[in-house]
């Protein structure tokens, strides 16, 4: 037996450490079913000093590890490196700890994302970031992304919720970052930490901050005949004053895709909807909101729904949130992006996409969080099909080159991971990737947290498999 | 004076980048609001953002803003009103001309935080020159982003140590059309507590909250102008008893203009030159004990952000501030100190800090952390 695995037997059991094809197999992908990667083990820790041993025996033999949750990653965060070990964290699932006082929770890095809301609720507080995977994603894998959900305008992404962490870096020791307090002192190191995809190291527990339930919410959805009136009533939301807690386009593709898959009834002759919704006090939401709708009376909707009551605003939601999933109805394969641009220019922005699209053939269905000019282009294709992959791979290039030229970001939650590395040269100068690269280094010199991630450097895995997560065909997950 | 050590007053940050690739040990200005006169430290040459003050790009319907370091904080916020929008990390020492750039390098968030975030949740873009005399970038110019390592968070609160800014982005929401702020004498230290912790729970969205001790409670709302006479009656209900005072419009927008200048703390004709201003982060549940070891010190100072800061005028030395925040277990920014702002306690070693520092500024032209590293700083020729 190799020699780091001997020290990794002396640590995991046998029930614990996985070497085995049969066992390996479930960890070889994450949400980004394109590539697989089969690592040399599995470890699965019961406690933050298994965590640690396991991280000082891969420093020590200088062992490639990645960390792991759910594995819902959208970019391959959670995909393994080949020649070292994954650190699967699921048994480190404990809420430590809810202070309805002090407003904040602390939490292992398993925790599930909605299961902070769930405990926090009992103290009228929930945990705002609500990325689409919250039912099966955990703290930990949101923390390194940074990730988002559909209220980021209004409420931030995952670094905003986050007040502190205990962090092992992959040189074995440990730091605290940050503190229970919403002010710090001092660099912001745990708002630093955020989204570093996995590269400075494993977070061993989390202080959350919670925030109360808004005491309402108003919600409407508005039909356009096309998807440049859909654009401009943003534009109008957007003069009005008010701040909405979430603006979604869904065009018609994804439309008819979330009618298959769970009869949202949304109007099918709609070219675009358009959802907004508001939340806060009750008499200055009621204020708002009424200001919101007579906005979009003047922008043209072919129909608006106000929703009456909690079951009306779930309803309106259940389309937009299965739209993903859904779209796997529609097609055998697609490819899912995440691009950025500035708002204002989403309309031009989808303009080109279909213009894009209608070149290359391949359908793209477009759901977006139109507050924040953050695009979902889904690209349909038949894996099937002579050439078709590599047609919808050249698409999914461009819209993401559309996004750099206009200024907006190849990425606005999923992350760069694995594969979006080629892209990090578009949007940053020699000068930027190479302090990126040092600060890296400087943590973590023997490039064994996460390698191969986010940072551009060498050969990506080629892609083999497109479509749905198998979590998503089973529909216990939707993605964003 | 040692000509080396004349402030620098680059005009573009091309040369900015220069002076810092000629200079071994330098440190970045602003407008120095929150430096004392004449308390630069002698090893370093000063380099100033003062005339790096442009206002570079805003589009009001993007909610975004770009501005070079040393513009004023006061450029920003008359672009803003112009369109109907804010800052909505509040930001203090407006007035006294504090720039941007200094702002984020200290770290400073004002009462009106509570509402939407502090500055850590409104930066998203920044250009500065690394220790190598490099101008680099992080995040970009829109409100959603996460390409790369987030260097926007990590300047926050760095005090200038881990590289010269150049150049903010900023998200930036629409401010409240209407503010109407309420005073509240709650009889004690206790009461005044117990009605923050309950306007904390409560479904209000404040605007600010702040407990200026022993006992008094400013409440600001914001919102429509429709909504806001239902709000106040509500808020009086929920505090059980009249406010002593109603501040609108002009007498509003002056009360928070004081406390953003810290009138309240500092001594009308200026203070002596080593008096310290400090923030302290609190939680919560600790803020009736701390405000119960300050009271009777050598200090003025008041709860903000809904009892998770303290703003503090202290005029003992930092070392009898440190000793005194021991007991609670605190740490804090003096944020206008003599000398230049600095942490209080010294920060602890922290392998985290340290390495990233060490690839940012590897020859150490920029200040040090804590004093301790300083003798491994290479002297300055």
């Known amino acids: 037996m190799e020699p780091f695995l001997q020290k990794l037997a002396a640590v995991f059991p046998p029930d614990r450490l996985y070497t085995d094809d049969v066992r390996l197999a479930a960890y070889e992908s994450d949400g980004l079913t394109a590539f697989r990667a089969k690592p040399r083990a599995v470890v699965v820790p019961v406690d933050e000093a298994e965590v640690i041993a396991a991280v000082r025996i891969c420093r020590e033999h200088n062992l490639p590890f990645v960390a792991r949750g759910s594995g819902t990653s959208l970019s391959g965060g959670a995909l393994p490196v080949e020649e070292g070990i994954v650190i699967a964290l699921n048994r480190l699932n404990r809420i430590l700890r809810v202070d309805p006082v002090d407003q904040i929770a602390v939490v292992e890095p398993a925790v599930i994302n909605a299961h902070v809301s769930a405990a926090a609720r009992a103290h009228g507080l929930y945990y705002a970031p609500d990325p689409s995977s919250q039912t099966v994603c955990t703290i930990g894998g949101n923390v390194a992304f940074n990730s988002g959900g559909a209220h980021c305008l209004k409420y931030g992404m995952t670094a905003n919720h986050l007040l502190g962490a205990r962090v092992l870096l992959p040189s074995g020791e440990i730091v605290e970052l940050g503190g229970s307090s919403m002010q710090g002192i001092g660099p912001d190191l745990v708002g630093f930490f955020a989204g570093h995809e996995g590269l400075f190291g494993i977070g061993l527990e989390f202080t959350l901050r919670?925030?109360?339930?808004?005491?309402?919410?108003?919600?409407?959805?508005?039909?356009?005949?096309s998807l440049e009136a859909a654009g401009n009533a943003v534009s109008a939301v957007v003069s009005s004053g008010v701040l909405p807690a979430a603006m979604e386009i869904m065009d018609r593709l994804a439309i008819d895709a979330a009618e298959a898959a769970v009869d949202a009834g949304y109007p099918r002759d709609a070219a675009a909807v358009l959802i907004v919704e508001v939340d806060g006090e009750r008499e200055a939401v009621d204020a708002e909101f009424a200001a919101i709708v007579e906005?979009?009376?003047?922008?043209?909707?072919?129909?608006?729904?106000?929703?009456?009551?909690?079951?009306?605003?779930?309803?309106?939601?259940r389309g937009r949130k299965s739209a993903f999933s859904a779209v796997g109805r529609l097609s055998p394969d697609f490819l899912v992006q995440d691009g950025v641009v500035p708002r204002g220019r989403l309309g031009e922005a989808l303009e080109k996409i279909g213009r894009m699209s209608r070149r290359s053939g391949l359908r793209v269905a477009n759901v977006f969080h139109a507050g924040d000019g953050n695009l979902h282009p889904l690209i349909l294709f038949d894996g099937a099909e002579d050439g078709a992959l590599e047609r919808a791979e050249g698409l999914a290039e461009e819209i993401l080159a559309l996004c750099i030229e206009m200024e907006g970001s190849v990425t606005g939650e999923h992350g760069i991971g694995m594969e979006k590395r080629a892209f990090m040269a578009r949007m940053f100068s020699a000068d930027d990737l190479a302090l990126f690269g040092e600060i890296r280094r400087s943590i973590d010199p023997g490039e064994i947290a996460n390698r191969g991630k986010v940072l551009p450097a060498g050969e990506a895995p080629s892609l083999q498999q497109v479509g749905l997560h198998p979590l998503e065909k089973a529909g216990v997950i939707e993605r964003e | 004076m040692n000509p080396q050590y004349e402030t620098a007053l680059p005009e573009t940050p091309d040369e900015a980048a220069r002076i810092v690739k000629e200079t071994s040990r330098l440190f970045p200005i602003g407008a120095t609001t929150k430096w004392p006169e004449g308390t630069h430290p002698g090893d370093a040459r000063p380099l100033s953002l003062a005339r790096l003050d442009r206002i570079l790009e805003y589009d009001p319907t993007e909610y975004t803003i770009t501005a070079q370091a040393g513009c004023p904080l006061s450029s920003l916020n008359e672009a803003l009103a112009g369109n109907g929008q804010h800052?909505?990390?509040?930001?203090?020492?407006?007035?006294?001309?504090?720039?941007?750039?200094?702002?984020?390098?200290?770290?400073?968030?004002?009462?009106?935080?509570?509402?939407?975030?502090?500055?850590?949740?409104?930066?998203?873009?920044?250009?500065?020159?690394?220790?190598?005399?490099?101008?680099?970038?992080?995040?970009?110019?829109?409100?959603?982003?996460?390409?790369?390592?987030?260097?926007?968070?990590l300047v926050v609160g760095s005090l200038g140590r881990l590289g010269v800014l150049t150049e903010i982005t900023l998200k930036v929401f629409p401010h409240p059309p209407v503010t109407v702020t309420?005073?509240?004498?709650?009889?004690?230290?206790?009461?005044?507590?117990?009605?923050?912790?309950?306007?904390?729970?409560?479904?209000f969205v404040l605007d600010a909250l702040e407990w200026d001790p022993p006992a008094r409670l400013l409440v600001r709302l914001g919102g429509p102008a429709d909504a806001m006479e239902a709000r106040i009656a509500r808020l009086r209900e929920t505090v059980g008893h009249e406010p002593d005072g109603i501040f609108r419009e002009a007498d509003d927008a002056d009360l928070w203009g004081e406390l953003g200048a810290f009138g309240d703390l500092r001594n009308g004709d200026g203070d002596a030159a080593d008096t310290l201003l400090v923030k302290v982060p609190l939680t919560p549940s600790k803020t009736l004990d701390f405000v119960r070891s300050i009271t009777g010190k050598p200090a003025r100072f008041r709860i903000s952000a809904a009892g998770t800061t303290a703003w503090m005028a202290w005029h003992e030395s930092p070392e009898e501030l440190a000793s005194c925040l021991q007991t609670g277990g605190h740490r804090a920014v003096a944020f206008h100190a003599p000398g230049g702002p600095r942490l209080v306690p010294e920060p602890d070693d922290n392998p985290f800090l340290e390495r990233i520092r060490s690839a940012i500024d590897p020859d150490n032209r920029f200040p040090p952390f804590a004093s301790h590293s300083r003798k491994d700083h290479a002297q300055p020729h």
């Open chain 1, 210 to 225: 919670l925030m109360p339930l808004p005491e309402t919410c108003q919600t409407i959805l508005a039909a356009y005949d």
């Open chain 1, 295 to 317: 906005k979009l009376s003047e922008t043209g909707a072919v129909e608006t729904r106000i929703a009456r009551d909690a079951a009306d605003r779930m309803r309106i939601w």
């Open chain 2, 87 to 153: 800052l909505p990390f509040d930001p203090p020492l407006v007035a006294h001309g504090a720039t941007i750039g200094g702002t984020v390098a200290a770290g400073l968030s004002g009462p009106g935080c509570i509402r939407h975030g502090g500055i850590r949740d409104f930066i998203l873009g920044i250009r500065m020159v690394d220790g190598r005399g490099r101008i680099v970038r992080g995040g970009g110019k829109v409100v959603k982003n996460a390409a790369g390592f987030d260097l926007p968070k």
């Open chain 2, 182 to 203: 309420l005073s509240f004498e709650c009889g004690g230290e206790d009461a005044a507590h117990q009605a923050l912790l309950k306007l904390r729970r409560s479904a």
